[in-house]
């Protein structure tokens, strides 16, 4: 409609432009386009079940702390497994599934990830974060030594794939993958808590690069986070914290 009123030459390109685009999308979609649409089967709880559910979830969820403490007692590969699976079953933008979690046990792996996170850790205490972060961070007392990452039974870290690669060589384009495997992350600590293991989520700054690096992940694979899993030390604090009560977090509209 608006090509009708611009000049024939731009009209021309104008129109190209639509078909060069209209082409583009006229590619196979990354899923199959005769996939099937099956029945949904839910079973239907009470208002009461719904209620006691609710409540215990909120029982589990709210007993998670972050952990700088851990224990370097071992726990079972097949629980990693579980975990990661669970993590697996995020929502993701067009069903692209765009996350790649490497679990590390291995001593050296685990040992050169510490020597990487400390390093760059202790330039981004002493310049990068500048005097405000490091003020506000003080009363939880982290810094840059990071022993829970050669504890910690367990290193679990999670990438984004920016992009995925198509059996016919093409990019696959990974949609909202940064919100995907964020989501996966949550269902990854909440997991790790429901389980009855701790962890600590962790983002370390600057350190992406090298780490992909050394575990010869490919370019597409950006880090976002690390997290150790195993038991909290015997002797573990927390710092004693209180949660925003549900009145300062929900607005409700009936
Ligand atoms: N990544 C650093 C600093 C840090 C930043 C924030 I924001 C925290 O909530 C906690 C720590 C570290 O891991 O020490």
Not at 120 to 137: A, H, Q, S, V
Not at 145 to 170: C, D, M, R, S
Not at 222 to 246: F, I, M, N, S
Request: hydrophobic residues 40%; proline residues 7%.
């Amino acid at each position: 409609m608006f090509a009708e009123y611009l000049p024939f030459t731009i009209k021309y390109f104008y129109h190209i432009i639509i078909e060069v685009n209209e082409r583009s999308f006229e590619v196979e979609p990354a899923l199959p386009h005769d996939l099937k649409h099956i029945p949904y089967h839910n079973v239907r709880k009470s208002e009461k079940e719904l209620l006691a559910r609710a409540s215990e979830f909120y029982r589990i969820a709210a007993a998670r702390r972050t952990l700088r403490f851990f224990s370097d007692d071992p726990i079972p590969k097949e629980v990693i497994r579980e975990l990661i699976r669970a993590a697996g079953t995020a929502p993701s933008g067009a069903h692209t599934e765009p996350w790649t979690f490497i679990a590390i046990s291995d001593p050296t792996t685990k040992s050169n990830i510490r020597d990487i996170v400390e390093q760059e850790e202790k330039i981004n205490y002493k310049k990068r974060m500048g005097i405000k972060w490091t003020t506000d961070l003080s009363p939880l007392r982290t810094n840059w030594i990071k022993e829970y990452l050669t504890t910690a039974p367990y290193l679990i870290l999670v990438f984004k794939q920016t992009y995925g690669i198509l059996p016919n060589g093409q990019k696959k384009i990974h949609y909202y993958n940064e919100m995907s495997v964020s989501i996966a992350c949550g269902i990854l600590i909440t997991a790790i808590q429901y389980t009855g293991l701790v962890t600590l989520t962790s983002t370390p700054m600057n350190c992406g690069p090298a780490i992909r690096n050394i575990l010869g992940r490919p370019s597409n694979e950006k880090l976002v986070l690390l997290l150790p899993v195993g038991y909290p030390a015997k002797d573990a604090t927390v710092p004693d914290l209180q949660r925003k009560d549900l009145t300062e977090i929900l607005v409700e509209i009936d």
